[in-house]
């Protein structure tokens, strides 16, 4: 089981909450438990079977996207940070 | 009870001195630090290249932190060698291993036509007001006078352009330049600190000019009332830039600043804010990741509402806007560990702060080892379905 930090416009799609936990070996097994418990996220995360190019997803610190993309390893335990970007700068 | 030449006396004997002879091959071949005892007057009339500067009243309180190795011979000098000789010997006090006083002085070092420095310092007025700042070592005179000398432009004079503007004006940056097409609005005043109530109805750039002009006279504000926009970017990066402090509102102008950034060769420090949460980086091209490498392509417009939109706590962009100030200082001074290659992520709500590793794309379409896009595109039409730039 490793906890995932829902950035601020993804919680509405998982009733609010700032973490949730998810299970999975890889990335793509953990977006699948995520997604199958949430399915209006899939779409906010996943494209054409990998992890969306507007989404970043970084385990233990690391953007999966230096490593081995949706099929990195995910260790029980870890924390997994999905994070969309912002151009937000308060106008 | 001794008098002064007797005092002066037994400290020379007590020390090492040498001649300005001497000294020059010291200089040359034995990396010394060279410090300056005289007053502020005496130095602003020349000194010796590469020395620092602690009046001999602050020399006890100062020198620690100017010259922190005890190993290192301390080359030190005043007008003829008198004062140097007592800070000679106070520094064996302090347990320097190699005091030595330059005998004659400043004085027999110019009559040997040996190298000075005459480069002009500070004004009085500007020792009082950047005194924190001289304090520091890692700043110091050389370092005020280097944030007079650098150019810093901001993109928006919003959320995050207010305090980072603030800030970097009252530092001292001696040209800011306030890229915004905006009007100030009522809705603004619950962040945007530059402006105020008074200015409602006025060009941004104009009302932050005038703030940032009452702030520090020192400042010389160049104003852009405009949206940055592919035709106009080259023309405003032209005058010359050292760092540009983002903080656009969306996304069309991120990916351009990224794009002419990375073309210009001008580090950006990045910020961006929504409701509770910021993230702040430093993308510096050639040495860290470029925006694009950060995040491919934008998100569809459900997933990235702007402020406008989603809201932003009002002390939010403060501290963000705060922190890009810092990275764009240290920038311009050339300090510390920027966050290049590093996302700092900054939750209000737990108050916590957390850090993701960011890296270069070698497939990067713009910074990468083969660039696909080597001039501007239409970047609205890149986001298509995100709301048109402010």
Known sequence: MSVVRIPPTLRPDVGGARHVEADGATVRDLLDDLTSRFPSLRDQLVEDGDVAPFVNVYVEGEDVRTREGIDTEVRPGSTVILLPAMAGGGQ | ?390
Request: aromatic fraction near 6%; hydrophobic fraction near 40%.
């Open chain 2, 1 to 390: 009870m001794a008098t002064y030449r007797e005092l002066l006396a037994q400290a020379k004997e007590d020390i090492d001195e040498v001649d300005a002879v001497r000294a020059r091959e010291l200089v040359e071949s034995g990396d010394p630090v060279i410090l300056d005892v005289r007053e502020q007057d005496e130095w602003d009339e020349g000194h010796l290249v590469g020395a620092i500067h602690i009046p001999r009243g602050n020399l006890e309180s100062r020198v620690e932190a100017a010259a922190p190795d005890r190993s290192r011979t301390v080359l030190v000098y005043c007008a003829a060698g008198n004062r140097s000789a007592f800070a000679a010997k106070t520094l064996q006090e302090l347990g320097y291993d190699q005091p030595v006083s330059l005998a004659g002085g400043f004085t027999d070092w110019k009559r040997n036509g040996f190298p000075i420095d005459l480069s002009t310092g500070l004004e009085p007025q500007q020792r009082a007001r950047y005194s924190r700042h001289l304090l520091i070592p890692e700043v110091g005179e050389a370092g005020q006078l280097k944030l007079l000398q650098s150019k810093v432009l901001l993109i928006g004079a919003g959320g995050l352009g207010s305090p980072a503007s603030l800030y970097l004006a009252a530092a001292g940056v001696g040209r800011l330049g306030i890229v915004d097409a905006d009007v100030v609005d009522e809705s603004n005043l619950q962040r945007q600190i530059v402006h105020s109530t008074e200015r409602l109805g006025d060009p941004k750039v104009e009302s932050a000019k005038r703030t940032i002009e009452a702030l520090n006279p020192d400042v010389d504000v160049v104003a852009y009332q405009e949206r940055l926009t592919s035709e106009n970017v080259d023309r405003i990066l032209a005058d010359g830039w050292d760092v540009i402090v983002d903080g656009a509102d969306n996304f069309p102008t991120r990916y351009l600043v990224n794009d002419a950034s990375v073309w210009h060769d001008i580090p950006v420090v990045h910020g961006s804010i929504y409701r509770f949460e910021g993230q702040v980086t430093v993308l510096k091209p050639g040495d860290g990741p470029c925006y694009r490498c950060l995040f491919p392509s934008p998100p569809p417009p459900e997933l990235a509402p702007s402020c406008a939109e989603g809201g932003v706590l009002g002390v939010l962009p403060g501290i963000v806007g705060s922190l890009q100030a810092s990275e764009a200082l240290k920038l311009a001074l050339g300090i510390g560990d920027p966050l290049i290659g590093r996302l700092l992520l900054f939750d209000a709500l737990t108050t916590e702060f957390n850090e993701v590793a960011i890296r270069r794309d070698p497939q990067c379409p713009v910074c990468g080892e083969h660039p696909t896009i080597t001039e501007y595109i239409d970047y609205v039409e890149f986001c298509a379905g995100t709301r048109e730039p402010a």
